[in-house]
């Protein structure tokens, strides 16, 4: 780099690329990037009139136009419909109510066996599962996959060992933010929808998020290592992988979450499904 100016726009230029990336900018739409600040303003005379619209002609015996369904009914509905997962997660790729699928690389669905006996539910993809169209495949998915490993389950396993994963959101939202109430209506009804048709012996919630959406309440701190029940099925909520990796500490409880949930297991009457055998 030739002079010490260079250098500061070479790297503002790379900062503000990968800030694109992050937002979910994929695609270059010109070759010549374009500075709307540097654009002569349009003159008033230039702008093309709008005509102020006439008012709709309404006939005294038209029928009262028949008002769209909102986003919840249509994927209460969309989610119903669905007989198997396959359909469930052909119907989520093609919902398109959801401001988030618009800023997502990929609709992430599930990973793992849908026949294992535990299912674990997530918050939603960050960047690398949003990336890789996977749940859990980041830093935070990588201890999950230690602490199920520590109590014999995992996700690549069939039968027994086997562990079924995936989140309340399909899509990332920007930045990670928080899912706003409005987005775990519209999709909660597919995450019910999810569970009904893996049927899994028991759901671990991992953080807050999948609890409001199950058990319609959050509070990890106080909720977790503490059995509740969603759907008819045994729910043990837990700390977050990624809220283990920031507090250390906190693994000393989530320890003793995975020895109940083994526990669990062993003594669950089992739809003829055995226990998580030691590897
Ligand atoms: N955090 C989640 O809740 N889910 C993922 O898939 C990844 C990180």
Known sequence: MDSPQAYHEYHAALAALRWQLEMGASEAIGDVPVSRFDLPEKSP?????????????????????????????????????AADLPALEAAIA????????????????????????????????GRDEDRLGRPFVGRAGQLLDRMLAAIHLDRTAEGANGVYITNVLPWRPPQNREP?????????????????????????LMGNTPCQALLGRRGITRMRGKWDQAMNLPVMPMFHPAYLLRNPAAKREA??????????????APDGRPAPQRG
């Open 45 to 81: 005379a230039s702008r093309p009139r709008r005509r102020a619209a006439p008012p709709p002609a309404v006939s005294p015996t038209a029928a009262p136009a028949a008002a769209t369904p909102d986003p919840v009914t249509l994927a209460r509905q969309a989610a119903a419909a």
């Open 94 to 125: 093609a919902f398109e109510h959801c401001e988030l699928k618009r800023g997502a690389r990929n609709t992430v669905f599930a990973d793992g066996h849908p026949s294992a006996r535990v299912m674990v539910i997530g918050e939603a993809p």
């Open 180 to 204: 706003t109430p409005e987005e775990m209506a519209m999709l909660t009804p597919f995450l019910e929808r999810h569970v009904e048709l893996a049927a899994p012996d028991l759901l671990i």
């Open 255 to 268: 320890w003793a979450d995975l020895l109940e949930i083994q526990d669990r297991l062993r003594h669950l």
